[in-house]
């Protein structure tokens, strides 16, 4: 880091500004402590949670079901995104079922899931792995189609077939987008976890806010908040470092 | 028997929601072996669709595309207009593919590839991507791409339309450097004259629409060539006779809408 650059200094000292005069009015009933509790108040909560292990017992649970419901709903998103993507049949089959369960709000579906799967884990599991298909689908079949004509003939011209077609055409030639998908599939997949929790769960983060509000605890609301802005921050970054990585050829992605 | 490539009446239609657009009609010609055959024609004339059917990327309405002479089916490397390079693959990548899709080992596709690649003097760039690379580098690519796969016959669609002036030039004398050390039948397409008659023994002039063959014109130049260093007084003439020939047809283009 270039330590003349100070471009930084203005918003830090405005954010503490904020985090201060925060803190200031808890302590003196400028604003009503019960929604807004002092950020000194969240700390100590957050620090006591994690210390006392609520909050990390939570984060594995939450964790747990996110990692399982992605893998079982992005990667066959992923397989009949590329398949559709490839083949005419296949997609002319395929889209109208697509389209029309693609726009339906997945959570609308959760009480038809409970009953057929009941009110253990399956079912959140299956809300989860629902809500990352299909974005993973769609965009990787936009990325297969987006592949442009004159790379089809090259490919066509010198007889790629097979696995050499897929690893060196469509599998690289779709990256970018499958990619994205994953973005969109993990952010998806976050937002159901969390809500399917506070719904139907007694452990994990969503639970942990839920049970909090009910016992009008919101510091304790505010520091699973906390863990949960961390973890999309961190899937997300992690997520922005794979693609730079994975797609060097992208000019953009150079400068990191 | 010397091997030759023959086409017999050729004839290409494209159906389009307005009606069918005839590209090619009655085209016919022949070329033989280690020939150097140029085909100029005006933009829209049908010239790209003629280099497609004989690479096999598209199939003729009627007509013949036939090879006589040759052991076995001449292989056949295209050249593309816009290079065509994968972007996520690096330049000894891109080279080697068309060796990798003939099922050909690693070591050995990537030995061959590089040995192109220095003769196209772009060693230094092997582990780059393209887009790293300027257009003149890419379309030397493209070359090597084609030339590894060590075709009978090479196809050009308008290799070096998109490049400046002295780039073009340098490229032009590296190609016939390339076909005198390795010669091979060359089939290049280009709507440039003066770029059909500095390359090619001969000069195929096609005009549109339908495509077809206006005349057929030796070129009266020695090979080697020196481009570099060009005054060729009989240049001029035969680019005015080939210019009169198709200047019709590009007036005639001016006034109507375009194809696609």
Known sequence: MNLKNTSWLAPTFFWIGILLIWEWSAHNGGIARLFFPAPSVIVAAFARQTANGELVIALGYTLARLGLGLLLGAIPGLLLGLVMGWSRAVRVVAEPVVAAFHPLPKLALLPLVLVIFGIGEQSKIVMIALAAFFPMLINSMSGVRQIDALTWEVARHYNARGWILLRRVILPGSLPMILAGVKLAVNVALLITVTVEMVTARQGLGATIWLAWQTLRTENLYAALIVIASLGLITNWILERLTARWIPWQSDHMTT | ?260
Request: aromatic letters at 6%.
């Open chain 2, 1 to 260: 028997m010397t091997a030759q490539f023959q086409v017999t009446n050729l004839n290409k239609n494209f159906s389009s929601p307005r009606g069918d657009v005839i590209a090619l009609e009655g085209v016919s010609f022949v070329v033989s072996q280690d020939e150097f055959v140029c085909i100029v024609g005006p933009s829209g004339c049908g010239k790209s669709t003629l280099l497609r059917l004989i690479a096999g990327l598209t199939e003729p309405t009627g007509g013949i595309v036939n090879f006589s002479g040759w052991l076995s089916t001449p292989r056949r490397a295209m050249v593309f207009q816009d290079t065509g390079l994968f972007a996520w693959l690096n330049i000894l990548e891109n080279v080697a593919f068309g060796l990798e899709t003939q099922g050909i080992a690693q070591n050995e596709r990537h030995q061959r590839a590089s040995e192109l690649i220095a003769r196209m003097g772009l060693s230094d760039f092997a582990r780059h991507y393209p887009y790293e690379l300027s257009g003149g580098m890419r379309q030397r690519v493209a070359i090597a791409r084609a030339l590894v796969t060590e075709p009978d016959i090479l196809l050009m669609d308008e290799p070096f339309r998109t490049l400046d002036a002295q780039t073009r030039l340098v490229l032009q004398d590296e190609l016939l450097r390339l076909w005198r050390e390795r010669p091979m039948m060359v089939l290049f397409v280009t709507h440039d004259i003066e770029e059909a008659i500095l390359l090619g023994n001969r000069v195929l002039v096609l005009s549109n629409r339908p495509g077809h063959i206006l005349a057929e014109i030796v070129v009266p130049l020695e090979q080697p060539r020196n481009l570099t260093g060009r005054s060729h007084p009989e240049i001029e003439a035969l680019r005015w006779q080939i210019w009169k020939m198709i200047e019709p047809t590009v007036q005639a283009n001016l006034k109507r809408a375009p194809m696609q």
